[in-house]
């Protein structure tokens, strides 16, 4: 089993964008210094010991025929997508733009990309002028690139030319509306209550008034706050064209990207390759035969902050209760609580996010066997005792 899990920032960036990952929601602090948690915290932790051990001796015997081998390594059924496109009923671009629109993006990658895509779907309902996206360093990713660091911003710019009208940057009049002057006080042009999944009449309703008012709307929170029902046929194209056509990787992203897809795709027969060079042409020492093909390519999102977030129980017992405890306090600050319901509940509810031994027995259940090559991108995991859990099952 080969792991990628110490990649450097613009890696993950990379493969961020290679994974599409549904990502539970929840909101860490949005403009509050976050206290930089103890990069220590889970050394707390008691080694947590293998909960399902013996569904796990199950899986090890598991033996799939080749059909289901076949099976599950064969593309998926068309599903009914289409592209996108650009159609007649599009509303022009207006004479005159009602105003400044800005957003703060918290999340990862994917949730940023997200609001991105709902942010010039805004734009278009109020037909105001989109400022380019800040994106919110996460504290557990502790990613700092810029939109324009990420995507290509001209290509941006210029795909949504006949859709809305974006700046890279306010005018000087403008200039007072930052991060910080909304960090530090009640703010008449700050709009923090979108509930999730505003409708289009929403903005108009609230937002656009405070554009009329003051030439400018800053809308933080902004992860999911627009509705994926019931609004216009256009927007949704909209949303669909900002994802699919207007935002792509600057080219040193996206070579990165597929020099990492070729390496996964076709490992280096020797251990001990990577550090700086992960860019060469390394196509010559490829053992073709023995590497090339299938792998699994899995976020293992079980990171200390989701597990604070969930409140569940991970095994640790006393010590990895008070430690997740102390996180969540520390990024939270009290706005999520332990949780009224038992574990079991919890679990039961399917609100704990999977520990890399669930994951380890889901992937046997599927039928992966125990020679899959398995890839993990990931932050950290929760604790060095969870890749024994990966491995407990697959290298026994
Ligand atoms: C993999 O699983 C098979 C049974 O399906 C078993 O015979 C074999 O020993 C396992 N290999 C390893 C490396 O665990
Ligand atoms: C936006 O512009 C379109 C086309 O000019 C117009 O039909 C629509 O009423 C405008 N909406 C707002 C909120 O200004």
Request: proline share 6%.
């Amino acid at each position: 089993m080969k792991l990628l899990v110490e990649l450097n920032q613009s890696q993950r960036v990379a493969l961020g964008g290679l994974l599409v990952i549904l990502l539970p929601c929840f909101f860490p602090t949005l403009f509050t210094p976050l206290g930089r948690a103890s990069p220590s915290i889970f050394s707390e932790w008691n080694a947590p010991k293998p909960r399902h051990l013996q569904l796990l001796k199950g899986a090890l015997q598991l033996q799939t025929s080749d059909r289901q081998q076949a099976n599950l390594w064969s593309p998926l059924a068309n599903q009914g997508w289409k592209p996108c496109v650009d159609s007649a009923d599009t509303p022009l671009l207006p004479k005159k733009s009602q105003g400044y629109v800005q957003v703060f993006l918290d999340g990862g990658l994917n949730q940023q990309r997200m609001g991105i895509c709902d942010a010039v779907a805004v734009a278009k309902i109020l037909n105001a002028t989109l400022v380019i996206p800040h994106l919110e360093v996460n504290p557990v990713w502790q990613d700092s690139s810029s939109f324009t660091e990420i995507f290509d911003i001209d290509h941006f710019i210029n795909v949504l030319k006949d859709d809305i009208f974006i700046t890279k940057e306010l005018p000087s009049k403008y200039s007072w509306s930052t991060r910080e002057y909304y960090a530090t006080g009640i703010r008449a042009t700050r709009i923090k209550t979108a509930p999730l999944h505003a409708s289009a009449i929403w903005y108009l309703e609230n937002v656009l008034p405070v554009l009329q008012s003051y030439g400018i709307a800053a809308l933080a929170p902004f992860s999911h706050r627009l509705a994926f029902d019931n609004l216009p046929a256009y927007i949704q194209r909209l949303r669909c064209k900002v994802n699919f056509e207007a935002l792509v990787f600057v080219p040193h992203i996206k070579a990165l990207g597929e020099a990492l897809v070729n390496r996964i795709r076709y490992p280096p027969i020797e251990s001990g390759a990577g550090g700086t060079e992960y860019l060469q042409d390394r196509t010559n020492e490829i053992n073709h035969k023995q590497g090339a093909g299938k792998f699994v390519v899995l976020h293992l999102r079980f990171d200390k902050d989701m597990a604070a977030h969930s409140a569940c129980d991970f095994g640790g017992g006393k010590a990895e209760k008070m430690a997740l405890a102390k996180y969540r306090q520390v990024i939270w600050q009290g706005r999520v609580l332990k949780s009224q319901f038992t574990d079991e509940e919890l679990r039961n509810q399917g609100r704990c996010p999977l520990t890399p031994e669930e994951i380890g027995l889901l992937l046997a259940a599927l039928g992966f066997s125990n020679t899959t090559r398995l890839y993990l991108a990931s932050h950290k995991v929760c604790h060095v005792l969870s890749h024994r859990r990966v491995e407990l099952l697959y290298e026994p």
